[in-house]
């Protein structure tokens, strides 16, 4: 249903090019679309809170396994980054059950992702 008070973003992630048939190559690609509402509430803001506090104490609490996660998402290996994001706890269900909700996290990064990017091409 269409609602004119949000804002969708579309996030999309491709793995490696992989050959497919006669030399052509594709990439499997996933996209997700947030419907993200015109005013946050402060209970969105309470909840992103929370998911930066649980992202910080994974972070330190298991350094190795959160860059193995990263890697995975860069090499596009992603049912391996899906399986180490579980084992670490990293799943919107741990995240909600902890008094956050991973979609205001991924909303933030995506409008920092906007913030930070280049707008000058010179």
């Not at 997700?32 to 209970?43: F, T």
């Given at each position: 249903m269409e609602n004119s008070n949000q804002t969708k973003f579309t996030l999309s992630l491709a793995g490696k090019d992989t050959d497919v048939i006669a030399g052509l190559s594709a990439a499997i690609q996933s996209s997700l679309q947030l419907n993200i509402p015109l005013e946050v509430s402060k209970e969105a803001i309470t909840r992103l809170t929370k998911d930066c506090e649980i992202l910080l104490v994974t972070i330190q609490k298991d350094p190795d396994g959160v860059q193995?996660?990263?890697?995975?998402?860069?090499?596009?290996?992603?049912?391996?980054?899906?399986?180490?994001?579980k084992s670490l706890g990293l799943t919107e269900a741990e995240?909600?059950?902890?008094?956050?909700?991973?979609?205001?996290?991924?909303?933030?990064?995506?409008?920092?992702?906007i913030l930070l990017w280049p707008r000058d091409a010179n």
């Amino acid at each position: 249903m269409e609602n004119s008070n949000q804002t969708k973003f579309t996030l999309s992630l491709a793995g490696k090019d992989t050959d497919v048939i006669a030399g052509l190559s594709a990439a499997i690609q996933s996209s997700l679309q947030l419907n993200i509402p015109l005013e946050v509430s402060k209970e969105a803001i309470t909840r992103l809170t929370k998911d930066c506090e649980i992202l910080l104490v994974t972070i330190q609490k298991d350094p190795d396994g959160v860059q193995k996660l990263l890697s995975a998402i860069a090499e596009g290996k992603f049912e391996t980054a899906a399986e180490i994001g579980k084992s670490l706890g990293l799943t919107e269900a741990e995240f909600v059950d902890k008094g956050g909700g991973m979609m205001w996290l991924l909303a933030l990064a995506v409008g920092a992702a906007i913030l930070l990017w280049p707008r000058d091409a010179n």
